[in-house]
């Protein structure tokens, strides 16, 4: 009984595997190359959660005030986990969503409430853009053109990200591992 | 060859179904009827996060800041989408983390930083809890023992939460599948 309970887990993990390593592009990407917007997103490993997280000094926002939820695919979280590093077509989805303070029975912090704001894809795919890496900005749930290579988020990721163009530093679950897989970068802002 | 892309994610959706129908107790609980550290939980779909929520008017943790995020398990998540409701043997998962502001490039806002402060499980099964559902806090990653039924958390939750004791009015992407499916109690505090 406990062999039969061990292997079920096990084929579930090389199911999973076939599924993507088949991937068709065509399940992610339209043929003109903009990206699908990727329904299944709040399905992904959850890496980590902020609010009104901001790079600059200066305030920027106003009245708003926004949580970012940051989700990657459960192959290459997997991967990671083994090797501190992302195999290729991984994809991360940071998702904003507006913050609410009073509410049913909360009376202070903030809590997550309403559609999101916006989701954007960050992928690794050095076959299809150079740099290896790109991202893309969704509105709704429509199909969206590649953010143009010269916008800030790309060269912010490449000049601060702890691993690989990624904010590994603000994932506490990773960062763990990529310290002790020799995967972070040995300059990176701590 | 689209038709076997679409099969392959059904039979492993197949198989997962199978894996969580034949869930074997020992897995989740000692034979004292402690519950074991949900190792995994990290890995079970991610419901909402908030920073600082709190219940009562004053304030009550000094200078500690935190981060709380919930989790459900992936099985007990899709029967949720599919009838608005919980299935026996759900177990939600709510991690408290701690929250940051100036760190790496980060100026501003608060962000998730270093090991979980505590880990709290909500489970239901009807067999084996009087009311239903139990709660079991964790320190660490031992066998926790059921939080004694006495406690705040029972009568809270019970009170207020929007479905089947849970608090459903507080993760955005099953409030509407609640009000859609008609699981919402009538008079939840919205």
Request: glycine share 12%.
């Amino acid at each position: 009984m406990h062999a039969r309970n061990y292997r079920l887990p096990a084929l579930v993990a090389v199911v999973l595997f076939a599924v993507s390593a088949t991937g068709d592009p065509g399940s992610v990407y339209e043929p003109d190359g903009r990206m699908k917007f990727p329904k299944d997103y709040r399905e992904w490993i959850f890496l980590s959660s902020g609010l009104d997280m901001s790079y600059r000094e200066m305030p920027g926002m106003g009245d708003h005030s926004m949580f970012d939820n940051v989700f990657v695919e459960p192959a290459a979280y997997r991967v990671f986990l083994r090797t501190g590093t992302w195999p290729e077509e991984t994809r991360f989805a940071l998702e904003t969503r507006g913050a609410k303070g009073k509410g049913s029975i909360n009376q202070r912090g903030k809590f997550q409430s309403g559609e999101p704001m916006g989701v954007e894809v960050h992928v690794k795919d050095a076959k299809r853009f150079a740099g290896g890496w790109a991202f893309f900005g969704f509105q709704g749930t429509e199909s969206a053109p590649q953010i143009p290579t010269g916008a800030e988020c790309y060269a912010c990721h490449q000049k601060n990200g702890a691993v690989d163009t990624t904010f590994v530093q603000f994932y506490p679950t990773l960062l763990g591992i990529a310290k002790q897989k020799g995967t972070l970068r040995s300059a990176y802002p701590q």
